[in-house]
Nanobody, 122 residues
Framework: QVHVVESGGGLGEAGGSLRLSCAAS????????MGWFRQAPGKQRDLVAT???????NYADSVKGRFTISRENAKNTVALQMNSLKPEDTGVYYC????????????????WGQGTQVNVSS
């Protein structure tokens, strides 16, 4: 069984910073990538940033230069440092462990956290 748990978030001010953390735990053999996705009220869940086990990162255009994703492979953790916050960054942030295998022969699956709310005031 695998669990993905986010922490951090809360209320931030425009121009300020927040940090999100996430840990995947349980029976984990490997994880291809970990990432953060965001769902604003009334909108679909969109990619914010991902990072592969090799450290290759991918960011949504809207957060490039402001957000930084980092990962500790040995601990199966990922963090998102959010700087220069904007009100449009408001939403529920979901952590994902993508391409996770519980054994070397097992099929890769995606696992999601429950989400953490981020509110940015203007």
């Amino acid at each position: 069984q695998v669990h993905v748990v986010e922490s951090g978030g809360g209320l931030g001010e425009a121009g300020g910073s927040l940090r999100l953390s996430c840990a995947a735990s349980g029976s984990i053999f490997s994880i291809d990538a970990m990432g953060w996705f965001r769902q604003a009220p009334g909108k679909q869940r969109d990619l914010v940033a991902t990072i592969t086990s090799g450290g290759i990162t991918n960011y949504a255009d809207s957060v490039k230069g402001r957000f930084t994703i980092s990962r500790e492979n040995a601990k199966n953790t990922v963090a998102l440092q959010m700087n220069s916050l904007k009100p449009e960054d408001t939403g529920v942030y979901y952590c994902a462990a993508l391409g996770l295998r519980t054994g070397w022969r097992d099929k890769a699956n995606n696992y999601w956290g429950q989400g953490t709310q981020v509110n940015v005031s203007s």
